[in-house]
């Protein structure tokens, strides 16, 4: 198993983590500073502009659209394999991504363009999308289902004519809160009686369109995102033209497998970034805190939890390096098994470290002084986006079960 990455990946990997450490990171405080300036004035649902200022200088270095692979649309991108431990340098900060035009959903939602999209379609929202000029939406969860099941999904998408009606209404819509989102993917169902898995469909709408009404911002145990936000919306008759169907009715699912398989990888890998900040973060405060008569460090429980955190991440981050490596040899579909075991594991990985950190920091890692509460919070979602915990381990079962049946077949 060969998890080395291209001299150009190397390269790049020297190159950005110079440019995290220098531009990016120290940056925190002043986009914190923003943030609360913005939200003291009434008005927290605006571009910032540290990131704005950051994004420039990253695009004048390359070190852009480095996530999309084997388009032509965007040739700096690299593989899978490649581009993981870029990934999870990037996730040591949550905001970090859009700096290098890297971040969800963006980067999924580009790659259904680019992948799925005619060419009209590509030039009036994926070209923007790659020059960092609008953001975008992916509609899919909705709050009346158990969505986990995406065939309970119900936003009705109907054909009337030239164009397609959609009405429903879908919750947690990420990055619909943003002043700049342009344009939305949204799933829904064109065909009640096909299949179960030829039921639905995507299609491209745009953001003004008559008939879409954002209710309101979601909250992630209590943080709202802002400007990015997960937005509750209303779609109701909204009308787009035909051509906006993507791929064609009834291949929602081929196209979500197309989407969620790469951005699954980056999720985990983002998650590793964290919890190696936060395994980082814990060391230092054991180190300089003494209780009891001696530093907190030497007590025999920190070390088995640093120990402990090390190999968590260090396997989470083997696990997510090989199915990076058989979605670029083999396809996503035969690393199916692989993709959904990372998914449980690296979130669960870093929530597990985040969590010793918080804890080793007492007060301090409940509060806003340290990045450790927003942190924990945005890990824990993890276990449910893109698919809980539960329907990822049913299907590492059925496939492990399905050698098994094979072989008592034979």
């Known amino acids: 198993m060969d998890l080395t990455p291209s001299p150009r990946a190397l390269e790049l990997h020297r190159q950005l983590?110079?440019?995290?450490?220098?531009?990016?990171?120290?940056?925190?405080?002043?986009?914190?500073?923003?943030?609360?300036?913005?939200?003291?004035?009434?008005?927290?649902?605006?571009?910032?502009?540290?990131?704005?200022?950051?994004?420039?200088?990253?695009?004048?270095q390359g070190l852009w659209n480095l996530f999309l692979p084997n388009s032509p649309h965007a040739p700096e991108g690299l593989s899978n394999l490649d581009y993981a431990p870029l990934c999870e340098l990037m996730g040591r900060m949550y905001w970090s991504p859009e700096v290098f035009n890297c971040s969800a959903p963006d980067t999924g939602n580009m790659e259904v363009l680019a992948r799925?999209?005619?060419?009209?379609?590509?030039?009036?929202?994926?070209?923007?999308?790659?020059?960092?000029?609008?953001?975008?939406?992916?509609?899919?969860?909705?709050?009346?289902?158990?969505?986990?099941?995406?065939?309970?999904?119900?936003?009705?998408?109907?054909?009337?004519?030239?164009?397609?009606?959609?009405?429903?209404?879908?919750?947690?819509?990420?990055?619909?809160?943003?002043?700049?989102?342009?344009?939305?993917?949204?799933?829904?169902?064109?065909?009640?009686n096909a299949a179960p898995h030829q039921r639905h469909s995507m299609i491209v709408v745009p953001a003004d369109t008559r008939g879409i009404r954002v209710n309101r911002a979601m909250d992630v145990y209590g943080y709202d995102d802002a400007p990015h936000g997960h937005m509750d919306i209303d779609l109701v008759d909204v009308r787009v033209p035909a051509a906006n169907m993507l791929l064609g009715e009834g291949r929602g699912f081929e196209i979500a497998q197309g989407r969620l398989g790469p951005g699954r990888i980056h999720h985990c890998m983002r998650a590793i970034g964290m919890g190696e900040r936060a395994l980082e973060a814990m060391c230092g405060r054991l180190a300089s805190r003494h209780a009891f008569g001696r530093a907190i460090a030497d007590q025999s429980i920190w070390r088995e939890r640093i120990a402990e955190s090390r190999c968590l991440l260090d396997q989470a981050r083997l696990m997510v390096l090989n199915a990076a490596r058989m979605m670029d040899t083999v396809g996503n579909k035969a690393a199916r098994a692989e993709i959904a075991m990372i998914k449980v594991v690296a979130p669960q990985a870093a929530e597990k470290v985040i969590d010793w950190a918080v804890q080793a920091h007492g007060a301090a890692g409940v509060s806003q002084d340290t990045f450790l509460a927003k942190a924990w919070a945005h890990n824990r979602t993890l276990r449910l986006a893109d698919g809980p915990d539960e329907v990822h381990r049913d299907t590492i079962a059925k496939l492990e079960l399905k050698k098994y049946a094979a072989k008592d077949a034979a």
């Not at 913005?38 to 950051?54: C, D, H, M, T």
């Not at 969505?147 to 919750?171: E, F, H, M, P």
Request: charged fraction near 25%.
């Open 116 to 192: 799925y999209a005619g060419g009209a379609q590509q030039a009036r929202w994926l070209a923007p999308l790659l020059d960092g000029r609008i953001r975008s939406a992916f509609l899919m969860t909705e709050p009346a289902v158990a969505s986990s099941d995406a065939t309970n999904l119900q936003c009705a998408i109907r054909r009337d004519g030239d164009d397609y009606v959609i009405d429903g209404r879908k919750w947690y819509a990420s990055g619909a809160g943003d002043p700049r989102c342009e344009v939305y993917i949204v799933m829904g169902i064109t065909d009640a």
């Open 17 to 60: 983590h110079a440019f995290l450490q220098e531009r990016v990171w120290p940056m925190e405080a002043a986009y914190a500073k923003e943030d609360a300036a913005n939200r003291a004035a009434g008005n927290p649902w605006q571009p910032s502009a540290v990131i704005e200022g950051l994004k420039a200088e990253a695009r004048a």
